[in-house]
């Protein structure tokens, strides 16, 4: 089945710098790879999501990127607000295969 | 993307008792999915739910311990039976609308005494 890693599992950054999060997979099947953001007492939240025939995807502050070759995607978050402090979990699913296989998670904390 | 509500948002229940958490989805959808989170860590799938059929387990879950309802488009029970400590976690539910775009619930967090 598939396996998702996912990198680093603690990250700080000063308030405004940029995050980067980055996560690779071993099922070559899988073609849809979503990132979610869980707040504390909260379920996990959509974030922004990326299609195995789609390279790169933006949407405001946070991109996503894939490289379908290396299996690997990654999420960026620019300009980054005490409000992005929460943990991020990177996942991946496929046709015929229509479970999410999730990441183990990355602590963000932004430092004011 | 479809809007999950779930209950009990927590409970602290005695070992050996039994727990039904609810999940009602705001527009019918074929697959739910019921995961856990434990302390700390990632999601884990316990089993996908179709309505009209019985719920696929994941390994290392079973029906026994983890029986699951869906009797329409729209609701799904799970229960946790039997509960020891170990049992205390996360319980998600979480649906799938269109192709993709999976949406989940805010969770119940379980504590067994």
């Known amino acids: 089945g598939e396996n998702v890693e996912q990198h680093p599992s603690t990250l700080s950054v000063q308030e405004g710098d940029s995050a980067v999060i980055k996560c690779t997979y071993s099922d070559s099947a899988s073609n849809y790879f979503p990132w979610y953001k869980q707040e504390l007492g909260k379920g996990p939240q959509l974030i922004i999501d990326i299609r195995s025939n789609v390279g790169e995807k933006k949407d405001q502050r946070i991109a996503v990127t894939l490289n379908k070759t290396a299996k690997h995607f990654s999420l960026h978050i620019t300009e980054t607000q005490p409000e992005d402090s929460a943990v991020y979990f990177c996942a991946a699913s496929g046709f015929g295969n229509e479970k999410l296989t999730f990441g183990t998670g990355t602590r963000l904390t932004i430092i004011p | 993307s479809a809007v999950i509500s779930q209950k009990p948002s927590r409970d602290i229940c005695q070992r050996g008792t039994s727990l039904t958490i609810q999940c009602q989805v705001d527009s019918q959808v074929t697959m739910m999915f019921w995961y856990r989170q434990q302390p700390g860590q990632s999601l884990t799938l316990i089993a996908t739910?179709?309505?009209?059929?019985?719920?696929?387990?994941e390994s290392g879950f079973v029906i026994d311990k983890f029986p699951i309802s869906r009797p329409n488009l729209t609701f799904s029970t799970l229960t946790v039976s039997n509960m020891s400590p170990e049992d205390s976690s996360i319980y998600l539910c979480s649906s799938r609308t269109g192709n993709y775009g999976y949406t989940f619930g805010s969770g119940t967090r379980l504590t067994v005494v």
């Open positions: 739910a179709n309505q009209g059929s019985e719920a696929t387990y």
